[in-house]
């Protein structure tokens, strides 16, 4: 029976596992153009190679990233390990160098991962101060000579913005590529292909998709010849999304610029009040004038806003004190602000930073905020509820 075309004005969920060929001549058609890793084949075979409702969703962060390409893989870790690899060249393979304020799911990785088991050369370069000092960068990168540069547009959980143009013009300078994860920082506030990163990744559990309920990444770039590449590593290791994720992310894309305004509006009010605040010792926020980054976030976003996270450090007599503040004010939110593992959601969550973190960053007084795009006003009460009974 021949299939009714339906007028829905959204992409269907292609739950196909195989797609049907029909006959002998477009099979072997199909099989022999699949092996030039188009983003979009002309004829779909197997939907961990490519699936219809994937594609229609990359084409929406198409649009935000301004790229001219992107890739959905089920994870953030995923999307990490598939730019990555597209890179490793086996034993020709020079260093790989990357800046040690990162998320500590990628540090793990490249520990467990690309030290241990792919026995790459690994360095890390270190921030000073709160920033990290580019001449010492590009001595760095001059003696060592790396294959690729691996940073983040806004480092997690001290919020460091990188100077990315500047670290941009260093690796060119001397041969290195470069791969940014823009996560907390989006293409509404930053696009850091247009300052010549080679391939962006986001974690699109977060802000892209920003309701808590989908587990997925992103990667995004210009380069013709990575970008077969990454869909050739993809498709074998299969990293590639779910058609139902894909489907209802690109529903919550839809609301992404709006959501994202409204969390980093609500930050920077936030932060404001937290640093005025007698029980806070220190905020860290790139709107703040006293944040170390703060003129490199002023010049890189635009003055469109400084993201959605705040990480501040309760005040107290040494580190029994602060960690019985911590408890103390993590219950007195929680009926409106819960612990939750991640970020982006649409109501402020936390997260104690050395619970997480552990030795990396000791202070038992240090909490994590996600903010949320719930009314102001919300925010402000619990907030200062908790902080007023320390």
Sequence with gaps: MKQKEINSSRMPVYRDAGFELFNAELTAEAFRKETENNREPDNYIYSRYRNPTVVSAEEEIMKLEGCDWALLTQSGMSAIDTALSVFQNGKESRPWLF??????GSISFVESILKKRRGLDIHYFMPADGEYDLKKLEVMVSS???????????????????????VVKIAK?????????????TPFLYKPLNDGVDLVIHSVTKYFSGHGNISAGVICGNNDMLMRSAVEYRKFVGHMLSPDDAY??????????????????NASALAELLNSHPAVERVWYPGMKGHATHSIAKKLFSGKGYGGMITFDL????????????????????EHIKLIPTLGDPHT???????VWGAKYPEPGMIRLSIGFEEYSDILDTITMALNKL
Excluded: W
């Excluded at 209802?248 to 509006?265: V, Y």
């Design 99 to 104: 800046f040690s304020e990162i998320y500590g």
């Design 144 to 166: 060592l000579k790396p294959e690729l540069i691996y940073i983040e547009s806004v480092s997690n959980p001290m919020l460091i913005v990188t100077d990315v143009p500047s």
């Design 173 to 185: 300078k001397h041969g290195c590529r470069v791969i940014l994860d823009n996560t907390f920082a």
């Design 248 to 265: 209802r992310l690109e529903t919550q894309i839809k609301t992404f610029k709006l959501r994202f305004k409204s969390q980093c509006e």
């Design 315 to 334: 005040k107290g007599k040494g580190k029994t004190e602060k960690g019985k503040k911590r408890d103390r004010f993590i219950s007195h939110v929680s």
């Design 349 to 355: 969550i936390l997260m104690p930073v050395e619970s």
